[in-house]
């Protein structure tokens, strides 16, 4: 994510970029989009060739994407230093939505955005410079702080799929939740953040942070010094993976079929868990490198898996991290 470090393309001839971004569309496993430093990239067959999408976009990094599930040829892209930008054609075209944002862009990067999963025109953006709503499609946005008075920096928003009012902020201080679809926010770091951090005035800088879509009380928190878990809608957290050899984590998704069945990757690779997180196994043969910047879970098919590495392109796995292939980003003549 916004953590990782950065560097080159090898499906241009050059030394292979980070895949910032991995975006899945929802119904059809054919269609995939990939960000790195450079580019926007969609693949129409599962990621065997592709296609440079950034028209109308300025240069700007790309750091986030999100894809309407109810039209998903509608995308949103986040950037660093020039808001969000929109597509209605399946990238094809892009037009700015800088309306609320406009103070902000200059210093903001949008490290994520959320479409809401009953109103697709309902969309929330995490930025360094706080979260921000949008009610119209991306139109114009408004900044949702209240509650959060600690801090300024967000990373990474997560919603409760069957209880939407909930949702929760991954923030340079922490995480925080909301019952009112972002309206409000209160701190809920028990057992998260030690006593000493406290009393020093530091914080826990939270990277990712994932609702359990088979229980929705179960939530995961991926920051840069561990992992942690709830299992009771935050109200107390509990580190896991203490075990793994890195504990700075840079990904992590979910199985949406299956609860308890985590990937979790930072710098040595990626790992996985089929018990909520109380055992991990090393899933990373055949990679060539094991820096990684993001993975995705097939909304389709759960066994596939995509991950974007930070100096060797991007992978897939056909069985759940087992084994990975390499997808250079081949462009289609």
Known sequence: ???????????????????????LHPKNPDILYVATNDYIYKSRDEGRTWGKISGGM?????????????????????????AVYKSYDGGQRWVPQKTGLDDVTVT?????????????????????????ESTDG????????????????????????????IMYAGTSGGVYKSGDRARTWTKVHDGMISPALLSSGRALMVNTVLVDPG??????????????????????????????PDQMMTAMDVEPSAPGILYVAGRQGVFKSVDGGA???????GLASLNIRSLAVSPVDPKTVYLGTNG?????????????????LALKL
């Open 279 to 285: 055992t991990w196994q090393e899933k990373n043969e």
């Open 215 to 244: 229980q929705p009380d179960t939530v995961y928190a991926a920051t840069l010094n561990g992992l942690y878990k709830t299992t009771n809608g935050a109200a107390s957290w509990f580190r896991i993976g203490q075990a793994l």
């Open 108 to 132: 903001s990067v949008v490290n994520q955005l959320l479409v809401d999963p009953l109103e697709n025109t309902h969309l929330w953006a995490a930025t360094t410079m706080g979260v921000f």
């Open 1 to 23: 994510m916004l953590f990782a470090a950065l560097l080159g393309l090898a499906a241009c001839g050059r030394t292979s970029d980070a895949i910032v971004v991995i975006a």
């Open 138 to 165: 991306g139109d114009s946005w408004t900044k949702r702080m209240a509650g959060m008075k600690e801090i300024l920096m967000v990373v990474t928003l997560a919603i409760d799929h069957t209880r939407p009012d």
């Open 58 to 82: 300025s240069h700007s990094r790309v750091i986030s994407m999100a894809i309407d599930p109810a039209y998903p040829a509608t995308i949103y892209a986040g950037l660093k230093g020039d």
């Open 312 to 328: 060797s392109g991007l992978y897939r796995s056909r069985d759940g991290g087992a084994t990975w292939v390499s997808l250079p």
